[in-house]
DNA sequence: CGGCATCCTCTAGGATACTG
DNA sequence: CAGTATCCTAGAGGATGCCG
């Protein structure tokens, strides 16, 4: 197994040993973009700027305290741009900055494939529920 | 708002859709393997085959529990291979499928990405912290 | 409208002990 | 060694109410 760590080190580099080990701070900002609510969002405002309500409505199932919480993490990462107008009744958008595109791109590249290999899975599972009954 | 979900449809097709729709069955499969386990495992079987305990020591900080709980998910989506031998001590080796290398790919992708913005991100959290700091 | 704050529930997830 | 079963806690996450 030293041999296989060593040549995964080599094939790709430094990054696999950073993320397995659980010091690495990218592991935090990793979970807050792949996090439930955090994908979502992050697709939704791919789309183009939204408003709380209208952002919430998009993301359906999100509840008001965690698009809020989600936005506000995404945000001090750099990844969410919040504009904030104070007049009455306030009026708060939200968009993605140049980061938080880049993010949403990758996440957009997974769920695409995912979708795709949504029938392979599908029978995976089948079978695997097939053997597991079986036995 | 009506114009952004339209567009975004235009450009993107129908995916983005099904995934904020909350009945899309794609949505579990996709919290798999983007979990906090998930992912990590998935990354460290793209290094090769690890035996349950080896595998369990390089992905630093799962417990026992999750991480027969995450192979479980991941083997009935058919991204993980399980090879058992029964003998005594048991010997149980674990790989990626096909479908598990492209989702590892994916993933690896993401995360290289992360670890190279990651100055951007805390730049950007410095910056947050400090202006929520003078106001 | 866009939030905090509060309360409550439920499950992810860790620790421990046991089995084949 | 590779789990399963049990117990328990911490945090995710929902519902409600109030405020600028």
């Known amino acids: 197994m030293e041999d296989q760590a060593a040549l995964a080190r080599d094939d790709h580099g430094q ?8 010091a690495c701070p990218s592991r935090e900002t990793m979970e807050h973009i792949t996090s439930r609510w955090g994908i979502l969002a992050l697709i939704a405002l791919s789309e183009g700027t939204y408003r709380f309500n209208a952002l919430r409505r998009r993301v359906s199932g999100v509840s008001e305290k965690m698009l809020a ?29 140049p ?13 695409e494939w995912l979708e795709g290999e949504m029938p392979s899975v599908m029978d995976a599972r089948a079978a695997h529920d097939r053997s597991r009954a079986g036995a």
């Open 69 to 97: 919480q989600t936005l506000q993490a995404l945000e001090r990462d750099g990844m969410v741009h919040r504009e904030a107008q104070v007049t009455i009744p306030p009026k708060v958008e939200y968009s993605l900055t």
């Open 99 to 111: 980061l938080g595109r880049e993010a949403a791109r990758h996440l957009y590249g997974l769920i």
């Open 15 to 22: 990054i696999i040993f950073d993320v397995l080990a659980q």
